[in-house]
C-alpha cells in the first residue's frame, strides 16, 4: 500500500490556476482532477523508472527498424497509405522525436515496474506536469518544503529537444506552427509546448486550429493570417494522431507524404512514431528481448499469453482507456466503451498496479524528449482501466539533494 507515503497539500487554488491559464483543469467535471495528495517516492524508485524508460526508447527503436528490414508493416499496425512516409521517416528523420510518454504500472513499492504502453506520438499531461507540479511542493507542510525536489525537467527537456532539431536543419528558418483538433485540452498541452519552442529559439511560433492550415504538395504548410495573406512554417507540431490522419483523413496522409519527402516541411513528431506508439509494436520488442524486465507479455490472441486467463485487450491505437478491457481467468470483469473498437487488438498479460488503501491504482508515467528521459508524473484510479477520470497525482522525493 501506498497510503503511508501520500502527502496532504490540496488542490491548487482557483487563482493559481487562472494565472497560469489552467482554470480548465479544474473547473467543472475538472475540478477533483488533481489530486489533494501527492506521493513521495525514493531515489531508487525514480532512477529505476529512468532507467528502464531509457532501455525500453532503444528497444522501441531496434522494433521499428526489425519491422522496416522485414517489411511487417500490417503486423504493426500500419495501413498502406502509410507505409512510404513511416519508412522514409525511420530511414531520414532519426533524432528528429521531439517527445514522447511511457505509461507503467507498478515500480511504487510492491509491484514490479511494466510497461503498459508508449505514447511517442501524441502525448498529454504536460501543463500538469511542468506548470502544477512544481507548484505542489510549494503547498507541502513547512518542515518539508525546503529542499524539497521532483523528477521533472519537462520544460527544459522539450527546449533541449527542439534546440537538437533545429541544430539538425541549420538551413531552416525556425517559423512553427503547433496545431490540434479545437479540444481545449489540445491547446493546454500546445501551449507548453510552444513555449519550450520558444526558449529553444524558435522566432516566428504560432498556434491554429487543423482545419484552418493550408497543405500544398508544392509548397508546403501555411496559414492565412488575414485575406489573401499567407504565411509559410518549415516546422509543425501535431497535436493529432498519425494514425487518425491515415485512417480518418487519407487526402491529408497524401498530402503529408509529399511535403515531407519533398523537404518541404519538418512534422514533429515524426511518422516514424506512429510505430512507435501502435501497441502492435510490443510483440516485436517482446521478441527482440524475452528477458527484458519491463515487457509484459503480449500478443495478437489470448492463446499467445500465459495460461492464466487474465489480460488486458485494447485497440493498437486505442487512448483514454477506450475499448479496454480485462479479463481474468478468461472471462471478462472490467470493460470500457469507446471510439476506437474498429482497430485491431493487442492481448496484454495483466499487470499489478502498486495500489492504496481504498483499492485506488497508481499508474506512473516516464516523459522522455527525444531519448532522454526527463519527467515522472503519476495518475490514480479506481480501477485498472486508467481513463479520463483519473486524478493526477505529483510527487516528492524522499530527502535532501545531497
Not at 532519426?94 to 505514447?119: Q, Y
Not at 488486458?312 to 472471462?331: C, E
Amino acid at each position: 500500500m501506498v497510503d503511508d507515503r501520500l502527502i496532504e497539500v490540496g488542490r491548487p487554488s482557483p487563482r493559481f490556476m487562472r494565472k497560469h491559464g489552467l482554470s480548465w483543469f479544474s473547473e467543472g467535471e475538472n475540478e477533483d482532477y488533481f489530486a489533494p495528495e501527492i506521493l513521495s517516492v525514493t531515489e531508487a524508485q525514480v532512477e529505476h523508472f529512468r532507467t528502464q524508460a531509457a532501455s525500453l526508447y532503444e528497444l522501441a527503436w531496434r522494433a521499428a527498424r526489425h519491422v522496416r528490414e522485414r517489411q511487417l508493416w500490417a503486423a504493426a499496425g500500419i495501413p498502406d497509405n502509410a507505409v512510404e512516409l513511416v519508412e522514409y521517416s525511420l530511414r531520414e528523420e532519426a533524432g528528429l522525436h521531439l517527445a514522447g510518454r511511457f505509461d507503467f504500472a507498478g515500480g511504487l513499492g510492491r509491484a514490479p515496474l511494466k510497461l503498459l504502453e508508449f505514447n511517442a506520438d501524441t502525448f498529454s499531461l504536460a501543463p500538469e506536469t511542468a506548470t502544477v507540479m512544481p507548484h505542489q511542493l510549494e503547498l507541502l507542510p513547512r518542515r518539508q518544503r525546503k529542499g524539497a525536489r521532483q523528477y521533472n525537467n519537462l520544460l527544459s527537456g522539450l527546449a533541449h529537444s527542439f534546440r537538437r532539431i533545429l541544430n539538425h536543419h541549420p538551413n531552416r528558418h525556425p517559423s512553427l506552427l503547433l496545431s490540434g483538433m479545437g479540444h481545449e485540452e489540445d491547446w493546454l498541452n500546445l501551449e507548453l509546448i510552444a513555449m519550450a519552442a520558444r526558449q529553444a529559439g524558435f522566432r516566428d511560433v504560432e498556434l491554429m486550429v487543423l482545419e484552418k492550415v493550408i497543405f500544398s504538395e508544392d509548397d508546403g504548410i501555411f496559414i492565412e493570417p488575414g485575406p489573401g495573406e499567407y504565411q509559410q512554417f518549415d516546422f509543425w507540431f501535431k497535436m493529432v494522431p498519425w494514425d487518425f490522419i491515415a485512417f480518418e483523413e487519407p487526402e491529408l496522409m497524401g498530402l503529408l507524404t509529399r511535403i515531407v519527402t519533398k523537404d518541404l516541411a519538418v512534422v514533429l513528431n515524426p511518422a516514424s512514431t506512429m510505430l512507435l506508439q501502435s501497441k502492435a509494436l510490443l510483440p516485436f520488442m517482446q521478441e527482440l528481448a524475452p528477458t527484458h524486465p519491463a515487457l509484459l507479455r503480449s500478443g495478437r490472441s489470448p492463446e499467445e499469453l500465459p495460461g492464466t486467463g487474465s489480460y488486458v485487450a485494447k485497440p493498437i491505437f486505442g487512448r483514454t482507456g477506450n475499448n479496454v478491457s480485462i479479463f481474468r481467468h478468461g472471462k471478462a470483469v472490467q470493460s470500457n466503451e469507446g471510439d476506437y473498437g474498429n482497430f485491431p487488438m493487442l492481448y496484454q498479460e495483466l499487470a499489478r498496479f502498486d495500489q492504496d488503501v481504498d483499492g485506488d491504482c497508481y499508474q506512473p508515467s516516464i516523459f522522455t524528449a527525444g531519448a532522454e528521459p526527463c519527467a515522472l508524473c503519476l495518475r490514480r484510479q479506481d480501477g485498472l482501466i486508467v481513463d479520463d477520470d483519473a486524478e493526477f497525482v505529483g510527487h516528492v522525493i524522499e530527502g535532501k539533494e545531497r
